[in-house]
């Protein structure tokens, strides 16, 4: 199994990128998708997933401006992020495992993980 990672980049504040996420040996449409961000100094945070039961969660930092996706017919997922802020800046992870939403709260278990992309907001 293997989860590419891709799009990460310097980008100017209020600016957007699509951090993209390629599978092999692993079929993403079967298993709840999300995207992870660690920050220098910082535990590594949840930022969106699709779950399980097809609900999709948002971390507070990043709703209305961050949407998650996949594409099945190329076992990819994505991550387009807009309105970007210098806090942003982080490295971003896709990951394939099992979730579930209770009560607003995120539940996870993630079986695969993909190397960091870096993304890095300033100008």
């Known amino acids: 199994v293997q989860l590419q990672a891709s799009g990460g980049g310097l980008v100017q504040p209020g600016g957007s990128l699509r951090l993209s996420c390629a599978a092999s040996?692993?079929?993403?449409?079967?298993?709840?998708i999300a995207w992870f961000r660690q920050a220098p100094g910082k535990e590594r945070e949840g930022i969106s997933c699709?779950?399980?039961?097809?609900?999709?969660y948002y971390a507070d930092s990043v709703k209305g401006r961050f949407t998650i996706s996949r594409d099945g017919a190329k076992n990819t997922m994505y991550l387009q992020m807009n309105t970007l802020r210098p806090e942003d800046t982080a490295d971003y992870y896709c990951?394939?495992?099992?979730?579930?939403?209770?009560?607003?709260?995120?539940?996870?278990?993630?079986?695969?993980w993909g190397k960091g992309t870096q993304v890095t907001v300033s100008s």
């Open positions: 990951a394939t495992g099992s979730a579930a939403l209770v009560s607003g709260v995120l539940y996870y278990d993630m079986y695969h």
């Open positions: 040996g692993v079929t993403l449409e079967q298993y709840a």
């Open positions: 699709i779950t399980s039961h097809g609900n999709t």
